[in-house]
């Protein structure tokens, strides 16, 4: 390995990164507890003020960050449990089983991610309206539950986690295609499962277009729609903006703090293989 | 392995020959169809939410739809596009989407490409410095831009009040043309450098070491090394976060609709950092013009044809050097 090592300098730049990546974070909890007035005034603060939890509660209240929270853990966990589902079974069928037109549909799966979303998204809308869908949480589900991304990356791992011989023993021993799935492809599965997992409902937590366009009424609305509410200006204190911010942001860094090193290395792992 | 010498493995524990022709039968089955009932799913679902809406846009391209009666259409035939080619506001939004997108997507790229040299070092707390310049992917466009528009304030924000104390003027960043794109770009450099870094650095841990040490025999400085022996090995996965990057930036829509404060979708009071996929949504959802908003996102795909048809012919330039 040829690694150099960093010297004082590298650290200093990595610092400067570190600092530019994170300061906007820190500065939304910061202007979060401050006040309107403090907020218009020169110089910015720098510190944290003591209007955090009044904050909190105004936007928790007046922008209904409770259901917008709710909806949005309820999208964000349909869809990356249905996205790590089937993506392992296509993947698995992908890597593993031999079957008529196996690469013909998989260059198709592939194609599928050169498909603009702009493209579809009038005559979705209409078809979503014509069922009814329209302000209701399948409405940004069901069109988000596949993704080509997800069966390209389990198709990926599976090819070298999932030895043919394992598979192959199973059947003799006259286990059914779903019994080998599920004692040997899942558990095969699960490192890849759990990134994909992760990498999808930080996708779908941040998903903006359709959920602006599908829940225009925000009957129910997910994160980023209520605070779409809030930056209109429905409430003109910049620092319940600023702590709806962080309500919207919060969960999602938990996450991160507790899953980063797994998140960094399933990018790092499907940028490689990509 | 066949199916039948599965099957008479099978200890006929049930007795009977009937039994175990049916389930032998049924194991035949199952290793024939359950391929295709695994990759189900997938077609399925975008059969209905993928590919007919996106057959359907080109047929409701062609109609005059109003978003108060979606099922309502009248055959206009080319006349939503003829009147986007006489439609100055979406040749405006057409270049804002390029000067943004390249103020956004070169600085960024370059960017990532030395951060992830950086990160290539052997370094102590690397997880740590990986984490947290990959933290901004975390955070979702709403919620950045509400903190960005707020930094980007004339009067009290902070990025003027740093200007002002090294001795710059104030700077209208959401009136002036330049200066608001400048501020937009800044919010997608802010989100996806990080997440760019990874990918680079990734691709460069791929690279030989004995590529490195037979060019520092040579006498290449690091730099020598960067230039020639690093940025020639990522070529392909540059080319990709181009494309990805590229992709991205003709579908700007969120940081420019939420930069624009109180005011909607026309993406600056004179129109200055609207984009395509803003104009998209400001025809279909504000002035409720389904049948426009369509055709707009036809000349959308066209326009990325035409981009991923240059890239082709450069890059196969490129590849015949």
């Known amino acids: ?274 | 392995m066949s199916p039948s010498a599965a099957g008479s493995r099978q200890p006929a524990a049930e007795g009977g020959g009937r039994g175990q022709v049916w389930r032998s039968r049924r194991y035949r089955w199952d290793l024939r169809w359950s391929p295709y009932a695994f990759v189900a799913p997938f077609f399925l679902f975008f059969a209905a939410f993928g590919l007919f809406p996106l057959l359907y846009t080109g047929w409701a391209a062609l109609h005059q739809v109003e978003l108060t009666d979606p099922s309502a259409m009248t055959w206009v035939g080319l006349k939503n596009f003829t009147r986007l080619w006489e439609d100055e506001f979406f040749w405006n939004a057409l270049r804002n989407t390029v000067t943004i997108g390249l103020l956004s997507t070169v600085p960024q790229l370059a960017v990532a490409l030395g951060l992830a040299h950086v990160l290539n070092y052997r370094l102590r707390g690397s997880a740590f410095f990986r984490v947290a310049v990959l933290t901004p992917y975390a955070t979702s466009v709403a919620a950045a831009t509400l903190v960005f528009v707020l930094l980007f304030g004339r009067d009290y924000g902070m990025v003027n009040w740093a200007l002002s104390a090294v001795g710059f003027d104030a700077v209208d960043w959401q009136n002036g043309t330049f200066a608001s794109q400048l501020a937009v770009s800044t919010i997608v450099i802010w989100r996806w450098t990080g997440y760019n870094a990874l990918i680079y650095l990734a691709a460069m841990q791929a690279v030989p070491g004995e590529l490195y040490e037979s060019a520092a025999l040579d006498g290449a400085s690091r730099w020598q090394q960067f230039r020639h022996v690093t940025v020639p090995a990522l070529r392909p996965t540059i080319f990709f976060t181009c494309v990805v990057s590229t992709i991205g930036a003709t579908q700007l829509f969120g940081e420019p609709l939420l930069f624009n404060g109180g005011a909607g979708a026309t993406g600056g009071s004179d129109h200055q950092f609207q984009t395509l996929g803003l104009y998209l949504y400001e025809q279909g959802w504000v002035n409720l013009h389904l049948g426009r908003a369509s055709a707009i996102a036809w000349a959308m795909f066209l326009i990325l044809l035409l981009i991923a048809g240059a890239a082709r012919l450069l890059r196969g330039r490129g590849d015949a050097r």
């Open chain 1, 1 to 274: 390995m040829r690694s150099l090592r960093a010297g004082k300098l590298t650290y200093v730049v990595l610092a400067l990164f570190t600092a530019g990546s994170l300061f906007p974070l820190v500065w939304t909890a910061i202007a979060a507890s401050r006040t309107n007035t403090r907020l218009a005034q020169t110089p910015p603060p720098f510190w944290f003020g003591g209007n955090l939890g009044r904050n909190l509660q105004m936007a928790w209240t007046d922008a209904n960050m409770g259901t917008a929270l709710l909806n949005t853990v309820i999208v964000a966990g349909t869809v990356a449990a249905g996205t790590v589902a089937f993506s392992t079974l296509a993947g698995f069928a992908f890597a593993t089983l031999r079957f008529r037109g196996r690469r013909l549909l998989m260059s198709l799966v592939v194609g599928t991610m050169l498909i603009p979303p702009q493209l579809s998204v009038v005559p979705l809308y209409m078809l979503i309206a014509q069922l009814s869908w329209t302000d209701r949480l399948q409405a940004v589900i069901l069109p988000t539950l596949v993704s080509a991304f997800g069966v390209f990356f389990m198709r990926q791992y599976l090819a070298q986690a999932l030895p043919v011989e394992l598979v192959e023993a199973a059947r003799t021993d006259g286990a059914s295609s779903l019994r080998v799935v599920w004692h040997v492809v899942f558990p095969a599965a699960r490192p890849a499962m759990a990134v994909l997992g992760m990498l999808t409902f930080v996708m779908a937590w941040n998903d903006f277009f359709w959920p602006i366009v599908a829940l225009t009424q925000s009957g129910s609305p997910t994160v980023q729609v209520a605070l779409t509410g809030l930056g209109r200006g429905y409430i003109p204190d910049q620092s319940v903006i600023m702590a709806g911010a962080l309500l919207g942001t919060l969960p999602l860094l938990l996450v991160f703090l507790v899953f980063g090193r797994q998140i960094v290395g399933g990018i790092m792992q499907g940028a490689v293989k990509g």
